[in-house]
């Protein structure tokens, strides 16, 4: 009897062992450096290019280096970044992550990613946009490098338009004001389809509609990043509120817009990114559409939404300069002539725009210019994961018909308050 | 036979500990441990991305959670949905409990179909609604429904006034037929005896239901008042699925509150110090409708 129990401890702690002891083991057998990627999926066409571009590396460094990837389903973004928290707490970063372009802040504030600086050449970040570069640096270091850009103009259904005798603007320094957007929204508005989609995913409206707080002289927060008192709070910000909540109550903008009503013909306009325009060619090739540019303020003065997923090393990466030459090798010019068309996205970097002679034409071209001319990358601060949803709500909130004022004073407090708590010294 | 008894003597034999093993490890380590490690965060300063600055602050947690007027509105909601949703929940559930408890030729059927729902995991029901609650006549289902009886479209879910009540609806709907079950299962333990004896005496419907059936079912209603309260206090899905606590925080619950301070924005800490303020709230009102219903008999 003993004995037998004894066996069975021995069985039950020999299984508890086995599950624990699963993890992962570096292994650097005959010479070779692992390398582990983590990154959220996406589309079927992202997917793919992944898998053939790690097929490419791993093939070019057989015997120095091999990588490989581990997805997360995205879950509104939100499910990747669990995954990130709980390896930071739990020790197990793997050696590079991808980062959404306004995370690189709280990430690099956090030390869990570490600069490029002395490992990138000079001319490969003289060669990244502006924008992207922005994008990647925190505290005058550059942190991560970007897979592919992004931009938000207007598409119109060209027989629409037509019909109501409306022109869209075909240069940048025509682009229409707040007001005359409106007007034309108002115009386009019919009982047979809305004037414009646009978005009220509370995810996506901090990237979708804060540079118009900058084009109106404000921002969502202070350039430092640590207050968004006097900046989120103003009457610059209470009169973008105000002129998004119009088109919603005016019922020129459905309210639960779905995903397809700009393709059906059911919405005369859609405001949204350059993400659209392969779906739009491989699945509408029958609607006659175009694109115009993001709407200016009534002082003409632009800015327009930027940024996208970029890929960084972490301060677990256990050879930061093997993980660098993936990092460089999924982001250089070459990658981009395959990775932008691919994902459908625009090209982050000036040498592969030039050679990317599709990007040079409509429809991207308007992207491409706005890209340019006036990209406003999201604010970079720590307290982004907080800045971001609360700013969602607020403007959700104030479209269904809360008191902008009260509900910037609340979000102000929430925002600065988390500051205080975790980033203040 | 021998063995056994030494088995008896040696209190510090291992079987008995191996038999429990299991269990105890399993409820260890998944509950026991991090209830521990969350009453002690709740006294940290603890960003889940800092692990390294994690910093001793007392009750500083505490202070500014019960300052914090989203915390008291989080609060307000989650008493607010669980008052409307419990009496609902356990008159319907006892409504078709009734109904079902017929013997009808195919009564089968409908007790599969009020039951159903629940097989359903309450994020794909949660998906479901939100196109059925959507707020324009042609695409949203009920909206459509109420423009042909020649009704003024309603918000539901993007209104403050409309959000959280149609969250009980639909939850009424999801799990009502799962407490119908339980309240079917009771009714049928009841003596028919005692049903005959009233036919007897000449009882109407009416008196039978108030003298027989709910007395006999006593317990059951305290079992199921108890979970569905528990339940109600615990709500957090449908508000994360389908409104993410709006709008104007309107289905903001308290676990809502937790797991948008501790997973969305980090703070371990400050989420931890709120869980443990929600366990002693939902400890003390089982307490409280535990002793009202030892207090009735």
Not at chain 1, 82 to 109: F, W
Not at chain 1, 139 to 165: C, F, H, M, Q, R
Not at chain 2, 181 to 210: C, H, N, P
Request: charged share 15%; aromatic share 12%.
């Amino acid at each position: 009897m003993r004995k037998k129990s004894a066996l069975l401890l021995v069985l039950l702690l020999a299984g508890i062992a086995a599950i624990f002891a699963s993890g992962s083991e570096e292994s650097t057998e005959s010479g070779v450096k692992n390398l582990t990627v983590w990154r959220p999926q996406n589309t079927a066409e992202i997917e793919g290019w992944w898998s053939e571009m790690l097929e490419g590396f791993n093939e070019k460094y057989a015997g120095t280096y091999h990588v490989e990837q581990v997805t997360f389903p995205k879950g509104g973004s939100q499910g990747y970044e669990d995954k990130i928290n709980t390896a930071v707490i739990a020790g197990s970063l793997p050696d590079l992550i991808l980062v959404d372009g306004p995370a690189v802040a709280t990430y690099a504030e956090a030390g869990i990613i570490i600069p490029m600086d002395e490992m990138i050449t000079e001319e490969s970040k003289a060669d990244l946009l502006d924008s992207t570069l922005k994008q990647g640096s925190y505290d005058g270091k550059l942190y991560t490098l970007p897979l592919w850009e992004s931009s938000v103009a207007i598409y119109y259904n060209k027989d629409i338009l037509a019909e109501a005798g409306i022109t869209v603007p075909e240069r940048l320094e025509d682009a229409w004001t707040w007001d005359e957007f409106y007007e034309v929204v108002k115009a386009l508005t019919t009982s047979e389809h809305y004037g414009c989609t646009m978005h009220t995913n509370s995810g996506q409206i901090t990237y979708y509609y804060s540079p118009m707080l900058v084009q109106n002289g404000t921002d969502l927060i202070s350039a430092d990043g640590s207050t968004t008192k006097g900046y989120l709070d103003t009457e610059e910000t209470v009169e973008f509120l105000t002129w998004l909540k119009r088109l919603y109550d005016e019922k020129l903008v459905n309210i639960e817009p779905t995903p397809t009503e700009f393709f059906d013909g059911k919405s005369a306009m859609l405001f949204s990114t350059c993400y659209q325009i392969a779906t739009l060619q491989s699945t509408y090739p029958d609607l006659n559409w175009g694109v115009t540019y993001y709407p200016v303020s009534n002082d003409h003065v632009a800015g327009t939404p930027t940024g996208s997923w970029t890929i960084g090393i972490t301060n677990k990466a256990s050879d930061p300069e093997a993980a660098f030459v993936f990092a460089d090798y999924m982001t250089n010019t070459e990658a981009n002539m395959t990775g932008c068309p691919a994902s459908g996205y625009l090209p982050p970097r000036k040498s592969s725009s030039e050679a990317l002679t599709q990007y040079q034409e409509e429809p991207y071209k308007k992207f491409m210019e706005q890209l340019a001319e006036t990209g406003v990358p999201r604010p970079r601060t720590p307290v982004w994961t907080v800045l971001n949803p609360t700013f969602g709500s607020v403007v959700t909130d104030v479209i269904m018909g809360a008191d902008p004022y009260e509900k910037l004073a609340e979000a102000v407090e929430k925002i600065d308050s988390d500051y205080q708590m975790n980033y203040a010294d | 036979m021998k063995n056994a008894i030494s088995l008896k003597r040696n209190c510090f034999d291992i079987v008995p500990y191996l038999f429990i093993a299991p269990a105890l490890l399993v409820l260890a380590s998944f509950i026991i441990l991090p209830v521990i490690m969350a009453v002690r965060y709740s006294f940290y300063n603890f960003n889940m991305l800092r692990p390294d600055r994690i910093s001793l602050i007392g009750v500083e947690n505490y202070k500014n959670i019960i300052t914090d007027d989203l915390f008291l509105t989080a609060i307000g909601n989650t008493f607010r949905y669980a008052f409307i949703l419990v009496p609902i929940e356990v008159v319907v559930a006892f409504g078709l409990a009734l109904l079902v408890n017929n013997s009808i030729r195919g009564i089968s059927i409908y007790r599969i179909a009020y039951f159903s729902p629940m097989l359903t995991s309450m994020t794909v029901v949660s998906i479901l609604w939100t196109f059925i609650y959507n707020p324009t006549p042609g695409q949203g289902l009920l909206n459509s429904f109420l423009a042909n009886i020649g009704l003024a479209p309603c918000p539901f879910l993007r209104s403050a006034d409309t959000a959280l009540n149609s969250i009980v609806a639909m939850s009424v709907w999801q799990s009502a037929g799962n407490y119908m079950m339980i309240f079917l299962a009771g009714l049928q333990g009841v003596s028919t005896e005692l049903y005959e004896a009233a036919d007897i005496d000449g009882a109407g419907w009416w008196r039978k239901m108030r003298s027989i059936t709910i007395p006999s079912l006593h317990n059951v209603f305290v079992f199921i008042v108890l979970m569905t309260t528990i339940a109600a206090m615990k709500m957090f899905t449908q508000s994360f699925v389908m409104t993410q606590g709006g709008p104007d925080n309107s289905t903001m619950t308290i676990v809502y509150y937790v797991y948008q301070q501790g997973l969305q924005f980090r703070n371990i800490g400050y989420a931890s110090a709120a869980s443990v303020i929600f366990f002693f709230i939902v400890l003390l009102l089982s307490t409280a409708i535990k002793k009202f219903v030892d207090s009735e008999r």
